[in-house]
């Protein structure tokens, strides 16, 4: 069992900067990818970023690549996502998600357990 908590959210001005947080319970973490998804109003939870047990090999959703970065530190249990040039587009719920699979990291369905997610907006 993992627990998530995110953190971090809040309200930032277009081109502005946030960093979000996702602390994990359970001596498991290190085991997990971990993943990043943002569920806007009215549409579908989208994926945002994933960042494998080892931190090689990170992937980005397109809309978001050159501008986020994903990334975990094991002895904290935590993962992060840090968020720059932000656009009223990325305004969301953001939640972070553990996934034991090695595949099908983009897909809500491939994540066995989630955080509570924090609202991030963004002003034009």
């Known amino acids: 069992q993992v627990q998530l908590v995110e953190s971090g959210g809040g309200l930032v001005q277009t081109g502005g900067s946030l960093r979000l947080s996702c602390a994990a319970s359970?001596?498991?973490?290190?085991?997990?990818?971990m993943g990043w998804f943002r569920q806007a109003p009215g549409k579908e939870r989208e994926f945002v970023a994933y960042?494998?047990?080892?931190?090689?090999?990170?992937r980005y959703a397109d809309p978001v690549r050159g501008r986020f970065t994903i990334s975990r530190d094991n002895a904290k249990n935590t993962v992060y996502l840090q968020m720059n040039s932000l656009k009223p587009e990325d305004t969301a719920v953001y939640f972070c998600?553990?996934?034991?699979?090695?595949?099908?990291?983009?897909?809500?369905?491939?994540?066995?357990?989630w955080g509570q997610g924090t609202q991030v907006t963004v002003s034009s």
């Open positions: 998600a553990a996934s034991r699979l090695f595949v099908g990291w983009a897909t809500v369905g491939a994540y066995d357990y």
């Open positions: 359970g001596a498991t973490f290190r085991t997990y990818g």
């Open positions: 960042i494998p047990r080892s931190v090689d090999d990170t």
